[in-house]
C-alpha cells in the first residue's frame, strides 16, 4: 500500500468517473427522451474531453489515444435491440460530420454487429437492424483526402495514424457494410438498402464487387426487391465489368403485371432501357421482351401505357430485325393460336419472333384518345429518331386527369334536327303514341 495520498485521490475519482459513464449509458436507454439526448451530450463531451487528455500515458509516438472504448459505449447506446432509436440517432448525426469521428463510429458499429447478430442463428432482428442502418445510412463519405480536415480532437500524432487516411476510412466503411448485408434482412429493409446503395454505398468502397453476393440474394427474392437490385447489378456490370450469367433471363422473369403498378416502375424501365440498349442482342431476346411486355399491355393503366408503347417503339428502331412482329398480318383470329408463350422462362424458347404484335393491334381502340393515338404509330413506318422516355416514366394517373380536364374543348361540327316541343321530332316513337 505505498500509493501517496493523491494517487489513492485520484484512483478514487477515476472510480467514480466509471460509474458516471455506467449510470449515462443506462440513462440512454430512459423512457423518456430528453434524459437520453442530455445522456448523449454529456458522453459526447465525455469523448471530446478524453481525447484531449488522454486518461492513458502515451507509451510511444504512434499510439492512439482516441477512447474509442467510450465511443463504444455510446454507439451501443444507440443501437438497442427491442425499439426504434432513430430520434436519438438524428440527434447524433451531428458529430458524424467530424472526421475522426465518423471514422470510430464505423469500427465501433461493425463490432457491435458482430457480437449482436452472431447469436441471431440468421433470423433478422427488426429493430436492431433498423437502427443500424438509421445511423449508416446518412453517413457522408469523404470524396478527396483533402477533404479530411475536420476532426474533433485534433492531435499531434494524428498524421502517422490511419484516422487521416481516406483508404482508411474506405476500408472501415467497407467492412461496416458488408458485415451489416450478410446477414438476412427485414422485408422492408431490403428496399431501403436497394434505394440508396447504388448512390451512398458502392462509389466509396474499395471494392465494389464484394457486394454481389448481397445483390444476387436480392435479385432473387422477386418483386420490388429485384427491381430495385437491378440498380447496383448495373454499377457493378457497367463500371466494374462484372459478369453476371443468365442476366437477361432474370430480368425478362421480373416483367410480370406488377411492373406497371410499382411506385418503383420509372427506375426499372430507365434500367431496363439501358441494359436492352446494346445492339449485340439477339433479336430472339428482344422480341421476347416486347411480346411480354405488349402482353402485360393489355392490362396496364393509361399512364403506363403511354410510357411503354413508345419504349417498344425504341426497341424496333435499335433491332431492326424484330419488325417482323409489325409487319406480319393482323395476328392469329383466334388468340390461342399465338405462337409466343408467354409462361416460358428462358427467352430463347418463347418462340416470340414467329408471332405477331397483335397486342398493341388492340390498343388501338383503347378507351383512352392518347393511348389508341401513340398505338397507332406502328401502322407507320417509324422514324429513326427515338422517343425521348424521361418526362414519360414519371407519368402518373392524376398527371393524366389533370391533363384532360384542363382541356379546351373545341365547337365539335354535329349533323341534328331541332327539336320542336317535348315530343316535336321527326319519326320519334313517343310522338307516335302520345299527344300533348
Partial sequence: ??????????????????????????????????????????????????????????????????????????????????????????????????????????????????????????????????????????????????????????????????????????????????????????????????????????????????????????????????????????????????????????LYSLLDPSIYHVKYRARFFHLADLFLSSSHLPAYLVAAFIKRLSRLALTAPPEALLMVIPFICNLFRRHPACSVLVHRPSGPEDMSEDPYIMEEKEPSESRALESSLWEIRSLQDHYHPDVAKAAAILNQSLSEIEDDLSGLLELSAYELFDKEVKKKAVDVPLEFEQVRGLFGKKNDIFAEHFTL
Fill in 1 to 250: 500500500d505505498n500509493y501517496s495520498a493523491e494517487d489513492k485521490y485520484k484512483i478514487w475519482m477515476r472510480h467514480r468517473y466509471k460509474d458516471c459513464v455506467g449510470c449515462l449509458a443506462e440513462l440512454m436507454g430512459h423512457d423518456a427522451f430528453r434524459v437520453k439526448e442530455l445522456s448523449l451530450c454529456t458522453l459526447m463531451k465525455f469523448v471530446e474531453l478524453e481525447a484531449r487528455y488522454p486518461l492513458i500515458k502515451v507509451e510511444w509516438k504512434g499510439s492512439l489515444t482516441f477512447p474509442c472504448e467510450l465511443l463504444k459505449v455510446v454507439v451501443d447506446g444507440l443501437l438497442p435491440l427491442n425499439e426504434d432509436a432513430s430520434l436519438l440517432i438524428s440527434r447524433f448525426q451531428e458529430y458524424m460530420e467530424y472526421d475522426d469521428i465518423r471514422y470510430f463510429v464505423i469500427k465501433a458499429v461493425t463490432e457491435s454487429i458482430g457480437q449482436v447478430m452472431q447469436k441471431t442463428k440468421e433470423r433478422p432482428l427488426p429493430f436492431y437492424q433498423q437502427n443500424v442502418f438509421s445511423l449508416i445510412s446518412p453517413i457522408n463519405m469523404p470524396n478527396k483526402e483533402c477533404d479530411m480536415v475536420k476532426f474533433m480532437v485534433k492531435q499531434d500524432n494524428w498524421e502517422e495514424l490511419k484516422v487521416s487516411k481516406l483508404q482508411a476510412h474506405k476500408q472501415a466503411f467497407e467492412k461496416m457494410w458488408l458485415s451489416f448485408l450478410k446477414h438476412k434482412l427485414p422485408t422492408g429493409l431490403y428496399k431501403k438498402v436497394l434505394v440508396i446503395l447504388h448512390d451512398s454505398v458502392l462509389p466509396y468502397m474499395n471494392e465494389p464487387t464484394l457486394m454481389i453476393d448481397f445483390l444476387t440474394v436480392a435479385y432473387g427474392i422477386g418483386g420490388a426487391i429485384s427491381l430495385l437490385a437491378l440498380n447496383g447489378l448495373f454499377v457493378l456490370i457497367h463500371q466494374h465489368n462484372l459478369e453476371y450469367p443468365d442476366f437477361y433471363k432474370k
